[in-house]
């Protein structure tokens, strides 16, 4: 039926705006794979983490693009420059949607 992500960060607080303009240009590209339907991105001031909420297709296409972002360099360098803890990820599969 589908796949709700979350996906917490805990970037680091002197980083955060530098962070958000990098990580844009992964939600970008994250958003184009052909099973997510949406993806937003809060802060959660409550936790000092920015998540990001994505709803995708399925579990297989949500794996589809967890493998594109392991094998992204430039991933592993966002997480190096500004990320102390995370990403913490949790899965919710969808079981009713309502339009």
Excluded at 59 to 64: L, Q, R, S
């Amino acid at each position: 039926m589908g796949l709700i992500v979350r996906t917490s960060y805990k970037v680091r607080a002197k980083h955060k705006a530098s962070f958000l303009a990098d990580f844009s240009v992964i939600a970008t590209a994250t958003r184009a794979a052909p099973a997510c339907d949406w993806i937003y991105v809060v802060e959660n001031e409550e936790n000092n983490t920015i998540e990001v909420m994505s709803c995708w297709q399925s579990e297989h296409g949500f794996d589809d693009h967890l493998r594109w972002r392991i094998e992204t360099d430039r991933w592993r360098e966002i997480e190096a420059k500004y990320i102390d803890e995370g990403p913490n990820i949790q899965l919710m599969p969808v079981m009713f949607r309502f339009m």
